[in-house]
């Protein structure tokens, strides 16, 4: 199989989390520790898209953004420009619940036709748990320059295939934002 890196983005002000996303406790261990350990078994070609030394207890290499305060889009452009390899599993940093198995049907899902895939349920499209390729390098830096940056807008101008998840295995997009959403999370689990 063709070499994978994993990229997780760890930037966003994360106004209403009131602290470092990445690094809020579920189940006593940080929400990036339960990604890695659900990406690990994938590759273990793993960066980490951060502008803050708040992850520099991890072993894994950390790159800054290229262009700062450009949201998903940028920290995207950046994880492409870093990467060796054509094919590059996106991740945000607040989706705890991810599992390897579902990292692992995406990638065996996605095939060269296919510049960007990504999950969605109930017609919740998730673009930040998806494969890119470094073929859209220029359409990012585009987008950055213009300062078009919606995911949604991205997907339209590359050429995508999204894949549909339903029922149990749909609470793993689960992305946490707030602290209510933690307790509720955290209540849950």
Partial sequence: ME????????????????????????????????????????????QLVTNTSDYDYL???????????????GGIYTALVHSESEINLILSC???????????ELIAKHNAY????????????????????????????KAIEENDLKMMRLLEKVNHQIIEVAGERSEQFRNVNSLTELNELNAKY
């Fill in 3 to 46: 070499k994978i890196t994993v990229s997780i983005l760890c930037g966003g002000k994360s106004s209403r989390m009131q602290s470092e996303k990445g690094l809020v406790l579920f189940q006593g261990k940080p929400f990036i520790e339960h990604i890695i350990a659900a990406a690990l078994p994938i590759s273990n070609e793993i």
């Fill in 114 to 141: 296919f510049e960007v895939s990504v999950f969605s349920e109930a017609n919740k499209i998730h673009p930040l748990i998806g494969i890119y390729s470094k073929k859209i390098i220029p359409i990012l830096k």
């Fill in 59 to 73: 072993s894994y290499k950390k790159i800054k953004d290229i262009e700062l305060d450009k949201g998903p889009i």
């Fill in 94 to 104: 607040d989706i705890p619940l991810i599992s390897t198995e579902l990292l692992s």
